[in-house]
Nanobody
Framework: VQLVESGGGLVQPGGSLRLSCAAS????????MSWYRQAPGKERELVAS????????NYAASVKGRFTISRDNAKNTVYLQMNSLKPDDTAVYYC???????????WGKGTLVTVSS
């Protein structure tokens, strides 16, 4: 099983980035997918999540209206489009896969996003 995040980097405030998380080794289309982030010295927090069929999404209040989560089950990939980035968005972003029956959880290793001028 693998979750591999990509697309992180350095971006100026107000800029955009698109993160990708490529999944392998499990039945991607049956898992709810989420993006989390962890800033230095802070707890890991949920950023956005999407249902297994892509029909339902939810977002943290801090990113609502700026970030969009989406998935392509044919490509086993989940995305996070991040617009209007702020310095407070600086963090390592992690991809998570969850299935409830039976319970299974997988995490990626993360990709660093730095928002700075």
């Amino acid at each position: 099983v693998q979750l591999v995040e990509s697309g992180g980097g350095l971006v100026q405030p107000g800029g955009s980035l698109r993160l990708s998380c490529a999944a392998s080794g499990f039945t991607f289309s049956t898992y709810r997918m989420s993006w989390y982030r962890q800033a230095p010295g802070k707890e890991r927090e949920l950023v956005a999540s999407i249902s297994s069929d892509g029909g339902s999404t939810n977002y943290a209040a801090s990113v609502k209206g700026r970030f969009t989560i989406s998935r392509d089950n044919a490509k086993n990939t989940v995305y996070l489009q991040m617009n209007s980035l702020k310095p407070d968005d600086t963090a390592v972003y992690y991809c998570k896969a969850v299935r409830n029956v039976p319970t299974m959880t997988y995490w990626g290793k993360g990709t660093l996003v730095t928002v700075s001028s």
